[in-house]
Antibody, heavy 119, light 108 residues
Framework: EVQLVQSGAEVKKPGESLKISCKGS????????IAWVRQMPGKGLEWMGI????????WYSPSFQGQVTMSADKSISTAYLQWSALKASDSAMYYC????????????WGQGTLVSVSS | SYDLTQPPSVSVSPGQTARITCSAD??????VYWYQQKPGQAPVLVIY???ERPSGIPERFSGSSSGTMVTLTISGVQAEDEADYYC???????????FGGGTKLTVL
């Protein structure tokens, strides 16, 4: 069974750094891209970018380029999304999803990680 | 950029048919995917490649495509179908993903 399990909710202050994780199981982790998707409170889904755990190749949405960093550790089947200096506007739910580049579908999703940034 | 446009809301009574549209603003149209998101839950894929249904998704969910318009149809709507629905597509390389703005389906 394909599963993506994300790290728990985070409460941070503006300016702090953060790294959240997404651990895949039940499939070949290095053969599929992992996408990150943001959902701000009461809003829609926003694609942030993708990373290929096989070689850590990344593609960022122009809206998120330079704002976040995606990485992966294929030895532990885990992808990461990190911020160097959080802002209040980064408060949102963040989902990882398996991205099948053969057709562009996001076929399996993690449960989401809620990030709250407040002074 | 490649944009997908959905109506903000659709309302139907139980047992009726709900149709949610997703309009692409460019040709050639790429495949469209549909996700259901219930409050407090992660999105779930309900239709892929315009009209294919993943295993485990009820038969009342179907998809169709005509030109640059794709439609998610839910026949015999049930109360449990009340959710937000998002269409999604990608560029021709299947690398850059775009979501529609989402449609809130209300079951009256």
């Amino acid at each position: 069974e394909v599963q993506l399990v994300q790290s728990g909710a985070e409460v941070k202050k503006p300016g702090e750094s953060l790294k959240i994780s997404c651990k895949g199981s039940g499939y070949s982790f290095t053969s599929y891209w992992i996408a990150w998707v943001r959902q701000m409170p009461g809003k829609g889904l926003e694609w942030m970018g993708i990373i290929y755990p096989g070689d850590s190749d990344t593609w960022y949405s122009p809206s998120f380029q330079g704002q976040v960093t995606m990485s992966a550790d294929k030895s532990i089947s885990t992808a990461y999304l990190q911020w160097s200096a959080l802002k209040a506007s980064d408060s949102a739910m963040y989902y990882c999803a398996r991205h099948d580049q053969s057709d562009g579908v996001l076929d399996y999703w993690g449960q989401g990680t809620l990030v709250s940034v407040s002074s | 950029s490649y944009d997908l446009t959905q109506p903000p809301s659709v309302s139907v009574s139980p047992g009726q048919t709900a149709r949610i549209t997703c309009s692409a603003d460019a040709l050639p149209k790429q495949y469209v995917y549909w996700y259901q998101q219930k409050p407090g839950q992660a999105p779930v894929l309900v239709i892929y490649k315009d009209s294919e249904r993943p295993s485990g998704i009820p038969e009342r969910f179907s998809g169709s495509s005509s030109g640059t318009m794709v439609t998610l149809t839910i026949s015999g709507v049930q109360a449990e179908d009340e959710a937000d629905y998002y269409c999604q597509s990608a560029d021709s390389s299947h690398t850059y993903v775009v979501f529609g703005g989402g449609t809130k389906l209300t079951v009256l």
